[in-house]
């Protein structure tokens, strides 16, 4: 086995949100997926790569069982041991292949960029039993053979198999790329369920001019959104309104510092303005770059990116649209787009302390996001 001839794929370990965190109780879904895709330097074969999964890295009981891959404890680096089903792991695999247990990876011979396919792993299934709350556990590659018993070159899996019989598997081993591979995630209890708050919009009835030299009609009004937020819950929350947001966040979400609703100036872009007849978006919803150093490089993060609601107190706020872009006897529609913030429960001397100006540690545990979010939809008609 030792000379035979390799061929690499990349592989990558990640969860369903960053960082991972493995909620026993079910509340919040946890999964570890797989990405793999073809070697950009490696090869160019214009052919789809067909992979038979099971009894490989990507066959997470098969994998822990044959040692492919380990869990280990981060605080004491013991590896857990894994006892599951005998039978199961050991069984024929080749008498029930579906179409489900083949992976296809193809290739793009047009650029380096090749497709990434994500493969789920069962992991909340079959790590239950192995984890305890309160630990954090590293899932990982031993080494680069990915155990892969079965691959091949070609189209569809349905136009490998003849019955049950699979073709001569090609004679490289396929392995790992990377010289290591792993994922780390906490494991808690129970994860507290995300309180709601009542987000309602109107128009506002008072009047934003316009900034100085605007033009010639200076003096008429930009039209602006008067936003009314309420802590309906029976406990105080505090809510962070700018910067970064240490909460969860879920597959494909990227950071985004950008000043939330709840913020005493709102950024535009919390909202989406659409052109009701052309259906034209006028509002870009790409993230704010701006890349905020958590805690300020040591300094904290001061009581002003927080608002405390107690339980009823309501809020307003007032965000101005873009006038220049609205254009006469158009009718525009105005709706509140979906974002996350970090929250806690208690006011800000309870996170704080008593007189202190700058938050230095996060409350201890994950958090995911509230989501900010209203159904009303404001009606412009200019």
């Avoid at 490998?160 to 699979?166: K, M, S, V, Y």
């Avoid at 494991?187 to 030299?213: C, F």
């Avoid at 105005?334 to 996350?340: D, F, K, M, N, P």
């Amino acid at each position: 086995m030792d000379n035979q001839e390799e061929f690499p794929i990349w592989i990558d370990l990640q969860g369903n949100y960053q960082p991972p965190v493995f909620d026993l109780s079910g509340t919040v879904p946890f999964e570890l997926y797989l990405n793999t895709r073809r070697s950009a330097t490696h090869e160019t074969d214009p052919r789809d790569l067909v992979i038979l999964s099971t009894g490989s890295v990507f066959d997470l009981p098969a994998a822990l069982d044959k040692g492919l891959v380990e869990l280990v404890d981060e605080a004491s680096k013991e590896v857990v041991r894994y006892q599951g089903n005998a039978d199961q792991v050991q069984q024929d695999t080749r008498a029930t292949t579906t179409s489900e247990t083949f992976i296809t990876l193809p290739t793009n011979v047009q650029g380096k960029d090749r497709p990434i396919r994500t493969v789920p792993l069962h992991a909340a299934l079959c790590l239950r039993a192995l984890v305890r709350p309160g630990h954090k556990y590293r899932l990982r590659l031993r080494e680069k053979d990915i155990g892969v018993h079965w691959w091949a070159w070609g189209g569809p899996p349905e136009s490998l198999r003849n019955g049950t019989e699979l073709p001569s598997t090609e004679p490289k081993r396929l392995i790992s790329s990377r010289p290591s591979c792993s994922g780390a995630f906490t494991v808690v209890s129970e994860m507290a369920i995300t309180p709601k708050l009542s987000i309602g919009l109107s128009l506002a009835g008072e009047a934003h001019a316009r900034e100085e030299g605007s033009g010639a009609d200076s003096e008429a009004p930009w039209p602006a959104i008067q936003i009314t937020i309420t802590n309906t819950n029976d406990q105080p929350i505090t809510l962070k309104t700018s910067g970064d947001q240490p909460h969860l966040l879920a597959p494909g979400e990227f950071p985004n510092p950008r000043a939330r609703v709840t913020a005493e100036r709102p950024d535009v872009q919390n909202f989406s303005i659409v052109d009701h007849e052309a259906q034209e978006e006028l509002i870009s919803d790409a993230p704010t770059f701006i890349s905020p150093v958590a805690g300020g490089s040591g300094r904290g993060w001061p009581r002003k990116q927080f608002l405390t609601l107690a339980p009823q107190e309501r809020v307003t706020r007032t965000v101005t649209l873009p006038g220049r872009r609205l254009a006469a006897g158009r009718e525009y529609h105005a709706s509140l787009r979906q974002t996350g913030c970090w929250w806690a429960y208690g006011t800000l001397d309870d996170l704080f302390g008593d007189c202190n100006a700058v938050l230095k540690t996060w409350p201890a545990g994950p958090t995911l996001q509230m989501l900010l979010a209203s159904e009303d939809v404001v009606v412009l008609r200019c």
